[in-house]
């Protein structure tokens, strides 16, 4: 008998990139929907709502860094920006729990406390302001927090989705081709033709004050980049013998996208989501320091600096510096981060 003859039965080959893509498509799913409990202010789902999405986030990550972690973590400026990010994350999602007051409850607010320098205490000394109040005697400390978590879950939540639409539009573009393709890609040309704080201006006014508004409002501004990169990345991906490949053996389209070419566009778009996390950040920040963004009930970074701006000439400098530095450290967090991606998962910058 011959040794092929010999050989026992055929062990069952697992793709194991399969099971991260499963995982990655829970944790996905599991962010999307505890943004939304939080953004919508369901009061009995809170907690488990933040856990949820603080493990997803990590599973994102886990999954992200797959293999690669050696090379993110390759310089200590890495090591810097993750555990910053990682820090200002965690305290914006435990925001209720870890802030030693609720600024937005007017039982436990005294228009007695308000303008404290830091360090200062309450009448009673029941409670130290390590970062002073505001004119209305709420803890900056505590607005802090609660702000990076209105700014975070705003900025991920309208990114996630901008990425969705961008990604359909930017994939069927390059897909169908023609005359698809050139009217999609004019759309698309056309809104990035407006600077995006103008065009999420307008939308503000045309809508009006509101969380669920200024997010709709930056689904609406940020689309068209994710959009006009998976675009470029699947004219360049299609080209490839793997699409021949796949066309030769008959695979239908749907397949042949959603199971090859997405897939192979995913490294830009992870890169350019963590930039735009940070700009949806600063644009949020800035929509409402000018007033027009979230309501006053559900304040973020952009909100405080701008209720403290009046009060800088003065010296009471901490109602809008602290905030400032709070907004500077998760956007340059984020942007550093966002760099180390990029440099480990895009193959043409490895050495």
């Given amino acids: 008998m011959s040794a092929l003859d010999q050989t026992g039965p055929a062990v069952p080959v697992t793709d194991p990139g399969a099971r991260w893509r499963k995982i990655n498509l829970v944790a996905g ?45 390759s310089g200590p400026s890495a090591y810097v920006a993750t555990a910053s ?33 830091p360090g200062s205490t309450t009448f009673d000394g029941a409670m130290t302001y390590h970062l002073g109040t505001d004119e209305q005697g709420r803890d900056i400390l505590s607005g802090i927090l609660y702000g990076l978590r209105v700014s975070l879950s705003v900025s991920i939540f309208a990114t996630l989705a901008a990425m969705a639409i961008g990604v359909v539009v930017g994939i069927y573009a390059a897909w169908a081709g023609g005359r698809v393709e050139a009217v999609l890609m004019r759309i698309v040309d056309f809104q990035l033709s407006f600077p995006s704080i103008l065009v999420a201006l307008m939308l503000m006014a045309a809508f009006g004050r509101g969380l669920d508004k200024i997010v709709i409002a930056l689904i609406i501004v940020q689309w068209a980049y994710y959009a006009r990169t998976v675009r470029g990345t699947a004219l360049s991906e299609a080209r490839k013998e793997y699409i021949d490949a796949a066309r030769g053996l ?102």
């Fill in 250 to 351: 008959g695979l239908p389209d749907w397949r042949i996208v959603f199971g090859h070419l997405l897939p192979n566009c995913i490294p830009p778009l992870i890169v350019i989501s963590t930039v735009q996390v940070a700009n949806t950040i600063v644009l949020e920040s800035s929509l409402s320091f000018l007033g027009v963004g979230v309501p006053i009930t559900q304040p973020s970074l952009g909100l405080l600096i701008a209720n403290g701006y009046g009060y800088m000439l003065s010296g009471q400098y901490w109602m809008s510096m602290y905030p400032g530095i709070a907004l500077l450290a998760i956007v340059a967090s984020i942007n550093m981060v966002g760099d180390r991606l990029r440099d480990t998962l895009n193959p043409r910058l490895q050495k």
């Fill in 29 to 73: 799913l599991a962010v999307g929907g505890a943004l939304a409990v939080l953004l919508a202010g369901q009061s009995v789902a809170q907690l488990p709502a933040r856990v949820i999405l603080l493990a997803g986030l990590i599973a994102l990550a886990a999954s992200l860094l797959r293999g690669r972690a050696r090379k993110f973590f």
């Fill in 85 to 117: 990010l990682l820090l200002l994350v965690v305290l914006a999602i435990f925001a209720t729990e870890i802030s030693p007051q609720n600024p937005y409850d007017l039982r436990q607010l005294s228009i007695m406390d308000g303008r404290m320098p």
